[in-house]
């Protein structure tokens, strides 16, 4: 098997063939004991770190320190206890933030830090997937802020606790952390390679 060569298990062969299916081919194949077996055989295009891989590899591992640190930042803003905490204005967008937070999390944890070559879906649930997700959670954060200053401005009440500061600031540190990522996957440079290893199998 060629180094580019990457037959999956059949059921997360699968799961990727629905949304790349153009990328994967399926072959049957003898197992150890002589049976056939169904597997998906990457035939699509690879995505390296483009050199020094070595700058590129501590980038990343920047990038997953700062999403670790949006998303504390972002689970203390929740969970502070302000003027309108609780308030359903406030509170829908700051939970919402959490499944875009899961996928940051998910996809910085997916980056190669290895300096390894990455199929497509991998790219996108990695490299694409971090700074829309830095960026979704960041948009939450800014509304649930505004709807806290809105509230405010409903009721009158422009009288600021320590909180009420904290709240805010926590904020705008949500918003550079978001921005860092950005700024830090924009300067990985990356290079897409055919899968010249790649050959058809017989189905």
């Known amino acids: 098997m060629g180094l580019f060569d990457n037959p999956l298990d059949k059921g997360k062969a699968f799961s990727d063939l629905r949304k ?4 994967f081919e399926i072959v049957e194949v003898k197992d150890s004991k002589g049976r056939l077996k169904q597997k998906a055989i990457y035939k699509g295009n690879w995505t390296v770190l483009r050199s020094p891989v070595r700058t590129a590899q501590i980038k990343l591992w920047g ?5 670790v640190a949006l998303l504390v930042l ?7 206890t302000h003027l309108f905490a609780g308030r359903l204005l406030v509170m829908l967008p700051l939970l919402a933030g959490l499944f875009p937070g899961l996928y940051l999390l998910m996809g910085a944890l997916a980056l190669p830090f290895r300096g ?14 971090v700074p829309r997700s830095a960026v979704a959670v ?10 806290s200053l809105v509230l405010r401005a409903v009721e009158g009440d422009w009288m600021f606790m320590r909180e009420d500061w904290l709240f805010l600031i926590l904020c705008a540190a949500v918003v ?16 897409e390679k055919p899968n010249q290893a790649f050959k058809a199998e017989p189905l």
């Open 116 to 129: 390894k070559p990455m199929r497509r879906d991998q790219f996108m649930h990695s490299f694409i997937r």
């Open 63 to 67: 990038t997953l320190l700062a999403a």
């Open 176 to 191: 550079m952390a978001a921005f860092g990522i950005i700024a830090l996957m924009h300067t990985v440079d990356t290079d």
């Open 138 to 147: 960041a948009v939450f954060a800014v509304v649930g802020a505004l709807m």
């Open 74 to 80: 972002y689970f203390r803003m929740l969970l502070l």
């Open 20 to 23: 790349y299916v153009g990328d």
